[in-house]
């Protein structure tokens, strides 16, 4: 496969979602990522639905996320045999991905000491849930957790009394992207070294380092941010809005875009309580009141097309199959097609990522488990060779 990474081998011990997201991603970058599954049953994200899909119903479409562009082998880590093979893995490969609680890859036999003295040149990511050390760097950890302890769910939902999760599992895949920019920059750096390093983060870690100005609020403010529904917590007007037929989203960001609203709307912007953005702010509820009452006269594609004339962001709220069926998502890259060998053509979620000039890159299925043991048996033997 083509991609900035295309002569880097990543040896995939990691499950669920945060390690093999960060794996995946480099996977996308091109790299060779070779995923380990336990024989019995592999990755527990294959038993994670519904929905489930195939001939069967025996696959499942949250394993399908996170894993194309890899090759699975089934090894049995507690072995003499798995211990063997994960070695002389370990010795042709330039990452290794684990998300294990604390101490569990030490006392399978491969501390960072060893897999050091096995590969002086491997780059570690290591991904737990709440840190490697500190009073609670033991802790196990899943998302919602992480979501609650980090303090994001105080941040969502329609106020402070009702805290929400996200929807999506957002402190695993930022870990995940966190974890695979952290290896980007420790294979960069090797290339001066010549050694490799561990690099570690958290779903704490994750969701806590995109706080951005919630955390600062805090830390320099003095104030602790709540939850605040579909509006800014602190730019207005920036939210949902009610109009004649549903919601859209309105977003103004400075005065230039606020007169323009206000005109649009026939809402006389410099009106005391309206003249700045911290009076709007102060001023929020009836600011919400007066727009939602002009709103009302007309429908979402009506607002969207004057908003969209008058050069105003705003949008409309989209169900996940239009945000796939928008000719503009389709257009970005953001779906692949890829051959799976029991689904046959099937379109997943694609990378973020587009390179300038690179064209010809394939994406291949997320494999069934074991089915690339023989192929990879066969390049190792050929790389130790």
């Given at each position: 496969m083509l991609g900035p990474l295309g002569d880097i081998v990543v040896l995939d011990l990691s499950r669920a979602l945060a390690g093999p997201h960060a794996a995946q991603m480099l996977g996308d970058l091109g790299a060779r990522v070779i995923k380990v599954e336990h024989p019995d049953g592999g990755d527990e994200s294959r038993d994670w639905g519904p929905p489930f899909v195939g001939p069967g119903h025996e696959i499942s479409t949250y394993f399908l996320a996170a894993n194309r562009n890899k090759q699975s082998i089934a090894v049995d880590l507690k072995s003499p045999d798995g211990k063997e093979l994960i070695e002389r893995l370990v010795a042709q490969s330039d990452v290794l991905v684990e998300n294990f609680r604390t101490g569990?890859?030490?006392?399978l036999g491969f501390p960072v000491d060893r897999l050091h003295e096995l590969n002086p040149r491997l780059v570690v990511l290591s991904i737990t849930?709440?840190?490697?050390?500190?009073?609670?760097?033991?802790?196990?950890?899943y998302d919602q957790i992480a979501q609650g302890e980090a303090g994001l769910m105080?941040?969502?939902g329609p106020s402070g009394d009702e805290p929400y999760r996200v929807g999506a599992s957002v402190?695993?895949?930022?870990?995940?992207?966190?974890?695979?920019?952290?290896?980007?920059?420790?294979l960069y750096e090797r290339e001066r070294t010549g050694r490799g390093r561990v690099v570690r983060t958290s779903l704490l870690a994750a969701v806590t380092g995109v706080h951005s100005y919630h955390g600062t609020a805090w830390?320099?403010?003095?104030?602790?941010?709540?939850?605040n529904g579909n509006h800014h917590a602190s730019i207005a007007p920036y939210g949902a809005f009610r109009c004649a037929d549903g919601m859209l989203q309105i977003a103004?960001?400075?005065e230039v875009q606020w007169k323009k609203v206000a005109s649009l709307l026939d809402i006389d912007p410099h009106i005391a309580k309206y003249a700045t953005n911290r009076e709007r702010f102060a001023h929020r509820?009836?600011?919400?009141a007066d727009m939602e009452k002009a709103l009302a006269a007309h429908d979402r594609a009506?607002?969207?097309g004057r908003l969209g004339e008058a050069g105003v962001p705003a949008g409309a709220i989209r169900s996940l199959d239009e945000v796939y069926s928008w000719e503009q998502t389709r257009s970005q890259g953001l779906l692949v097609e890829v051959d799976h060998p029991v689904l046959g053509t099937i379109e997943l979620p694609g990378p973020p990522l587009r390179f300038d000039g690179l064209t010809g890159m394939t994406h291949t299925a997320p494999p069934a488990l074991g089915q690339d043991s023989g192929d990879v048996l066969r390049w190792l033997e050929e790389r130790e060779r």
């Open positions: 569990v890859l030490d006392r849930g709440f840190g490697h050390d500190g009073p609670e760097g033991g802790r196990p950890g105080s941040l969502t402190a695993d895949l930022l870990a995940g992207i966190h974890g695979a920019y952290g290896v980007v920059a420790a830390t320099v403010g003095g104030q602790v941010p709540r939850a103004a960001a400075n509820d009836e600011l919400i009506h607002w969207l």
